[in-house]
């Protein structure tokens, strides 16, 4: 079950958001009440230049802002290894800007958050041996998450983009965070062998304008029942061995994996008529795997859906596992 909701970053309107939120419910319709929970966005910016003191004239330069009235994102970057790039030198300048709400999930098991981006100047201009990037990306963690989560974009010129991004609930109810970057790098690299190496120049320039930010709240109410995608129906599975993710000692393991999906951050529980065979968590994408080790012959599994306030199950999935 998903809630989705609509925020809007216009003119100098303070990014201050009032993020709709599902009322946990029993049935399979969700309730479209509303949740108070607002948060503001954080701007920061960086720059950092780095002209290499053993060549002879390089030069540096970079800049960086973010509005979080206007939710406007600004970046430039430039390097030049000497004389408009007629010299041998080594130089790079890069320039990030960012905007960082404060999030708060709620019961959700998962939140994708998808940026709608005007791109309203994007420039990567090179002579030489001089190279730029200018990179949209957007990023979201919290305290045992797990890996964090990332989108990237490159970006060629003006126009619209979308970048999307889930962010998982974690073991606690700690802090989380999403956040929205431009980046632009610029550089003239010759491996700080700078005499008879190729030169040039480099220049980044590129503005961001957030025009709005689609909330979506997942695993609230009653969860959608999961899949068991794997192994198929009536299929025969052939235990293998395989390293699962690494314990203290790294040990191997010999058995099947029933893999399948269901709504993102959402707990999986696995089980056969004797009882619980595994417990997992969906990724941002709403998959999950699960490691088993099954004996030989028929056999029936279930995959359970814990949600914060009701479970859903699904289907009973048959296949037989081969004999090792």
């Known amino acids: 079950m998903t809630h989705k909701t609509l925020l809007a970053v216009t003119g100098a309107v303070s990014l201050l958001f009032v993020v709709s939120a599902l009322m946990a419910s029993a049935s399979a319709t969700p309730s479209m009440s509303e949740l108070a929970a607002p948060y503001r966005a954080i701007p920061s910016q960086a720059t950092s230049t780095s002209c290499s003191p053993h060549t002879l004239a390089p030069t540096c330069s970079s800049s ?15 390097t030049d290894s000497g004389l408009d790039g007629q010299l041998p030198g080594d130089a790079d300048s890069g320039a990030t800007a960012e905007l960082a709400p404060i999030v708060a999930m709620g019961d959700a ?45 490159e970006l060629s010129g003006p126009g619209s983009q979308t970048i999307a991004v889930t962010l998982l609930r974690g073991a606690d109810d700690g802090s989380a965070g999403v956040v929205l970057g431009l980046t632009g790098d610029a550089a003239v690299d010759c491996d700080n062998v700078c005499v008879l190496e190729p030169a040039g120049t480099s220049a980044v320039s590129g503005r961001a304008v957030v025009t709005s930010i689609d909330v979506e709240s997942w695993g609230l109410g009653r969860p959608v029942p999961p899949t068991i995608t794997t192994p198929s129906q009536d299929a025969t599975a052939h235990p293998s061995t395989y390293f699962p993710n690494c314990d203290a000692g790294c040990n191997s393991v010999t058995g099947e994996q029933v893999s399948g999906t269901a709504e993102p ?31 030989a012959g028929a056999q029936t599994v279930v995959a359970t859906a814990v949600g914060p306030s009701a479970e859903a199950s699904s289907a009973p999935r048959q296949f037989s596992v081969a004999a090792a």
Request: proline fraction near 2%; charged fraction near 20%; aromatic fraction near 6%.
């Open 64 to 78: 960086a802002s973010a509005d979080r009235h206007d939710g406007i994102l600004a970046v430039a970057a430039a």
């Open 109 to 153: 098991t998962a939140v994708t958050y998808t940026f709608h981006v005007d791109v309203t100047e994007a420039r990567v201009a090179d002579t030489g041996a001089g190279s730029g990037d200018l990179v949209l990306w957007a990023n979201a963690g919290c305290d045992q998450c797990g890996d964090l989560a990332a989108q990237y974009d």
């Open 265 to 295: 951050g959402m707990p999986i529980v696995l089980a056969d008529a004797a009882g619980v065979l595994a417990r997992v968590t969906t990724d941002d994408s709403g998959v999950w795997t699960a490691d088993v080790s099954l004996p």
